[in-house]
C-alpha cells in the first residue's frame, strides 16, 4: 500500500514556509495588490503554503495568477510572445513553439518517481530516494526562475463536480506551459476549494525551464512525489516533460484508483469516442494505445468524439461503467494527419477560426507544415533544429525530417467538427460499452477480437506490445505495454493488474452493463500474413469497420465466432461495414487479416509468462488465461495445421 504524506515533503523542506501565517507574508511582500486580492479567493492553505514555497524557493521577478478570464488568458499569450516561446503564425489565433532537438519528447531517461525507502516500484519505472531527489531541488532549483514571472494556474481534471475528477494547481516559468494548460484543461479557479474538498485531494505541479538551453538538458528532470502528490520538472519545455497536469497527474490518479479506490475507479491512458448504431443509438468506446499509434485518429473516427488521451472511470450506481475525459483539448502528433485520414482535424488546422499552439514542425512563410501532410513541401525553412531545407543531413550523415516524428498540435477537443462538447462537459459522463487495446503489432494478432469475459480482456490489456515510437527520447525495438499505461504506471504491475482483474470482474456491473473488451490491431502487414512486402493489410480508414463491429457486436446484433483467444468476426458480418466505407472486402484479405497464426500467438503468450514470472505477486488468474488459452491452440494446431483460417470454427 501507498502512504500519502509520507517522508519529508521537498517543498516546504527547500522553501521554509510551513504555515498559512507565513505564507499570507511571502504574497505580500512578493505580490503586487492586484495579485494578492485574485489569491485571496483561493483559500485551501495547503495550497496556498505551496505555492509560497514555491515563490520563496524559485526566486521569480514577479507572480501573476492566472484567474482563467479571457483578459488573464490573454496576458498569458502575450507573455508567452514576448518571451519568444512562441510566435505568431500567418493565420490568426496559430502560434509556433519549438521545444530544444534534445527535448523532443519524455525524457524518459530523465524521469523518476520520488520513493521512500523500501517502497514497491513498477519495474518498468526509474525511480529516485527521497533524499537524492531532496539534493537535486536543493541544487538546482533554487532562484530558477530569476528575472521572469511565475505563472500559477488552477485546473480540474475533468468537469467540476464529476465522481473521477481532481483539482490540480500548474506553476511555471513558461507562458507556453500555461497558454498550453488553458488549451488542454478545464480551468477551476473558481470551484477550486469546493473542488479539494469534494475530491478530497489536489495534486500540484511546479516547472521551470531556466534558461533552456541545450546545456542544460541533461540536468533536466522530472520528478513525481507519489507521497506528497508533487511534480518538479525542470530545464526543459516539451509538454509531455513539463505541462505535468497531463501525465505527471495521470501517473497520480493511477495510484489513487489502485491504491485508494479499487472496485470503484480507474484512470486509463485511454480515447473515448461515441459511435451511432443502428437506428440511431449510441454506443461509447474507451481504448488504450500506446503513445503514437493511432489512439487520436481511432478517437476522432467517432460520431461523438469526447477525449483523445485519458479517460477517468466509475461504476455508477446502477452498475453502470462512466467515463469522463480528464482533458478538454487535444495535444496530437501531426506526422501523417491528412484530409483522407483526419478531415475534422485538418479543418482546424487549416481552416480558420481555431486556437492552434503547433510545437517543431516547419514553419515557412508563416505556414506550418508537416510530414504525412498529403500536400505539396516546401524546399525549405524553419523547423525544430533551425533553418532547413530538402536533402539536409544531420551530423550523422542522416536526413532530416522537414518535421518531428512527435511534431504536435495543441488545441481545443470542441474545435473539432464531431466532438460531443457537451457530453464530454457532463460531469456525469458517459456511458462505456466496448473497452479496446492496441498496439503496433506487425504479425501476431488480426484486426479485432472480443475477450470471452473479463478475465481474457483483462489479459488482452496486460499483454499490449507495440514497436516503439517517437514520443519516448531514445526508444527503439519492440515493447511490452501493458494497457498502454505502463510508462504511467507508478506502482508494482502486479498492484495495478490486481485492481483491474477486481473492477472488471465486479458485481456491480449486470449481465447488460458489463462492458466488452476487445484487442485491435491496425498494423500486420502482406508479408507476415502469406503475402508479399512490408505494406499493411488495412487502411486507416478501415478502424470505422473495426469499430463498427465492435459497436454490433456489443449490442448483440452480431454474433463473433468462438476461438481460443477470444470472438472474431465473421466475414459476411464486415462485408457489410466495409460497404459502408465504400470500399470491397474480399474473403481472401479476411482470410489474411484472421487466420490464427498459432505459433506465433503461443510465443507470444509464452514471452509475457515469461516476463511477468519475474514480477511478485502477479494474479494467478493471468497465468490461467495463458495456459487455457495456449492449450487450446495447441489442440486447434492438432487438427489444423500452424495456421487456421475462420472456416474450420465455424
Ligand atoms: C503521449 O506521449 O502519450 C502523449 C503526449 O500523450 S505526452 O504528453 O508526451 O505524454
Ligand atoms: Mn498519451
Known sequence: MLELRKGEEILLTVGGIQTLDEARKVFSN??????????????????????????????????YVNTGSEEDIQWIRNYSLQRGEERRLAKDGHTIHFDLPQDQARLVNQTFYIINEGEKMSSLAKSV?????????????????????????????????????????????????????????RNCYADFDAEVVRAGLFFTNLHAQGDNTPEDVPNARIFMDRSWMTTFATFCTYAGNTLLLKKGNHRFSVDYATYWKPEEQLSEHMFITGLTGPGGRKTFFAGAAPSGCG???????????IGDDLAQFWIDGAGVLRAI?????????????????????????????????????????GVPYWVGNGEKAPSDGVNFQ??????????????????HKNSRCTLLASAIANHATELAEDPAGVPIKVITYSGRDADTMPPVWVA??????????????????????????????????????????????????????????????????????????????????????????????????????????????????????????????????????????????????????????????AAYGKEVDVPPTLYTVYERQKSELLALKASWGAVVSMDKLR
Open 30 to 63: 512578493h505580490l503586487p495588490a492586484s495579485e494578492q486580492k485574485k489569491l485571496a479567493t483561493i483559500t485551501t492553505s495547503d495550497a496556498l503554503v505551496k505555492i509560497a514555497n514555491s515563490i520563496v524557493m524559485c526566486r521569480p521577478e514577479a507572480v
Open 325 to 365: 475525459n480528464p482533458e478538454k483539448g487535444i495535444f496530437g502528433i501531426v506526422e501523417d494527419v491528412n484530409r483522407e485520414g483526419d478531415p475534422y482535424l485538418m479543418d482546424c488546422l487549416r481552416g480558420d477560426g481555431t486556437e492552434v499552439i503547433w510545437s517543431n514542425v516547419l514553419i515557412k512563410d
Open 452 to 609: 470471452r469475459n473479463a478475465d481474457e480482456g483483462v489479459a488482452i490489456g496486460a499483454s499490449i506490445v507495440s514497436k516503439a515510437t517517437a514520443t519516448e527520447v531514445g526508444a527503439t525495438g519492440v515493447n511490452r505495454q501493458p494497457w498502454a499505461n505502463a510508462p504511467f504506471i507508478p506502482g508494482a504491475l502486479a498492484d495495478y493488474m490486481h485492481a483491474q482483474f477486481t473492477f472488471f470482474n465486479s458485481n456491480k456491473f449486470s449481465a447488460a452493463t458489463r462492458p466488452i473488451m476487445a484487442g485491435l490491431n491496425y498494423f500486420l502487414t502482406h508479408g507476415n500474413r502469406g503475402g508479399q512486402g512490408n505494406g499493411l493489410l488495412g487502411e486507416k480508414k478501415d478502424v470505422k469497420v473495426w469499430l463498427g463491429w465492435l459497436e454490433l457486436f456489443a449490442n448483440g446484433d452480431v454474433e463473433g465466432i468462438s476461438t481460443p483467444i477470444g470472438y472474431l468476426p465473421k466475414y459476411e458480418d464486415l462485408v457489410g461495414l466495409f460497404a459502408g466505407i465504400a470500399k470491397n472486402y474480399s474473403r481472401e484479405l479476411y482470410d489474411m487479416q484472421f487466420a490464427l497464426y498459432i505459433d506465433l500467438i503461443v510465443a507470444r503468450l509464452d514471452l509475457q509468462r
Open 129 to 185: 530516494l527521497r533524499r537524492d531527489a531532496l539534493d537535486y531541488v536543493r541544487q538546482f532549483m533554487p532562484g530558477i526562475m530569476a528575472g521572469m514571472t511565475m505563472i500559477i494556474g488552477f485546473y480540474s481534471r475533468g468537469p467540476v463536480g464529476a465522481e473521477a475528477s481532481v483539482p490540480a494547481i500548474e506553476i511555471s516559468s513558461s507562458g507556453y506551459v500555461l497558454h498550453s494548460a488553458e488549451l488542454l484543461y
Open 386 to 403: 533551425g533553418p532547413w531545407h530538402q536533402g539536409k543531413l544531420d551530423a550523422n550523415g542522416k536526413p532530416v525530417p522537414m518535421s
Open 295 to 305: 489512439k487520436t485518429t481511432t478517437a476522432m473516427v467517432g460520431t461523438d468524439f
